[in-house]
């Protein structure tokens, strides 16, 4: 693994804004960043990233039905009880799932360890699916990378292939907040993906989403068979209108076990069942008779995004934290693996990376990379392009 510097194709930003890429930037810092690339053995990507990703996925695919049957563990994952009946029913009817993003520290050596996993409303996907390959393609017509240069990136045909294969109800309708850019490039790039694989495809704002007679409708009043929505499901079930999903004939994707999932409590019951795994680390749920954190140990919320509301304290006893929503409700405590740190040549300064790993059904589909200053991967944190070389 390794971080090459590489200077920028001329014309990214038009080509980006002619691609649908619209958020490349944020706040006039870039997110999209083509300074430099990673650099990946095929050893590397098989053995040290995919293998694991999918390993994991069936530990936590194989926990599942027990969380949703147990009140204990419910209770703990803090999903409210008037929903417990919801996501029993849409597991015990195996209502189908389409993918999810696993976030690891890898630093090419020692064995990748799981931060967390993102598997209700995962982003970056435009940009791992597509723009990334857009890249490699054109560095290689440049000459600048050679013709054997590849990428881990099935992202986009796992994707097409899945909508062709979950008989999803027709139209199918996506999703997001209506104010959100990064979120509505997410969902038109699966628009596209899925009418690519024959899905009469249609696009709703979460706002404009309306019930008649308990069942979900869009602006003409028909009603919602199927719906994509990149909207958590911890908020939907805070929300008065979520109650209309407890009865709803409408096909969800993610469904609502996902919610077990995308909850950082999954971290500490993955560690009481799969103990000193190697690709895990120590886990905990956060009581109010819990010592104060010492060095060494992350802190988060049950419910955050993009590192919001995540305190870190290193072994050398430096407090790191990210402000953020989330600071009521449960934390747990994390043992803390350090992300590997580079050397930013363009910036000249240090930067920390986070390998973010697709699965698409059941299968592992794709990385990705982030970079930031800070020990805390966040929003604005960039992203760079990889690449498999030996």
Excluded at 12 to 22: H, I, S, V
Excluded at 74 to 90: E, G, K, Q
Excluded at 108 to 114: D, E, F, T, V
Excluded at 152 to 165: H, I, V
Aim: contains cysteine.
């Amino acid at each position: 693994m390794k971080r090459i510097s590489i200077d920028e194709r001329a014309n990214w930003r038009a080509q980006a804004e002619e691609l649908g890429f619209k958020f490349h930037t944020f706040d006039g810092e870039p997110y999209w960043d083509e300074t430099a690339y990673y650099q990946f053995s095929l050893q590397q990507i098989e053995q040290d990233l995919e293998a694991p990703t999918e390993e994991l996925h069936q530990m936590v695919m194989d926990m599942v039905g027990d969380i949703t049957r147990s009140e204990e563990m419910l209770t703990l994952l803090a999903i409210p009880r008037d929903y417990w009946s919801f996501v029993w029913n849409s597991w015990n009817k195996t209502q189908p799932h389409l993918y999810g993003r696993m976030d690891f520290v890898y630093d090419g050596k020692s064995p990748a360890k799981l931060m967390e996993l993102n598997y209700d409303t995962p982003t970056s996907l435009y940009e791992t699916g597509f723009f990334q390959w857009v890249w490699l393609e054109d560095q290689i017509k440049a000459g600048v990378l050679p013709e054997h240069a590849d990428q881990f990136n099935s992202l986009q045909d796992k994707l097409e292939q899945a909508f062709a294969e979950l008989a999803l109800p027709q139209p199918f309708y996506f999703s997001s907040v209506r104010e959100s850019i990064e979120d509505r490039g997410t969902v038109d790039y699966l628009m596209d993906i899925a009418t690519q694989a024959g899905v009469d495809s249609r696009y709703i704002a979460i706002e404009d989403l309306g019930e008649w007679q308990g069942q979900l409708v869009d602006l003409d009043n028909q009603p919602i068979k199927g719906l994509f929505k990149l909207y958590p499901w911890e908020f939907m079930v805070q929300e008065e209108f979520g109650r209309v999903m407890i009865n709803t004939q409408t096909q969800f994707i993610e469904p609502a076990w996902k919610m077990l999932l995308s909850n950082k409590g999954i971290l500490p019951l993955l560690w009481q069942r799969y103990p000193n795994h190697p690709n895990l680390l120590p886990a905990f749920f956060e009581t109010p008779t819990s010592e104060p954190m010492g060095a060494g140990w992350v802190r988060k919320p049950l419910f955050s995004r993009e590192g919001a509301n995540v305190d870190l304290i290193t072994t050398s006893g430096e407090k790191v934290s990210a402000h953020g929503p989330y600071s009521d409700g449960r934390f747990v405590r994390q043992a803390l693996q350090p992300l590997p740190k580079f050397r930013d040549e363009y910036r000249n300064a240090d930067t920390y990376t986070m390998v973010g790993s697709w699965i698409v059904g059941d299968s592992a589909a794709g990385i990705c990379i982030r970079e930031d200053e800070t020990l805390i991967t966040k929003d604005s944190s960039r992203f760079l392009p990889h690449i498999i070389l030996d």
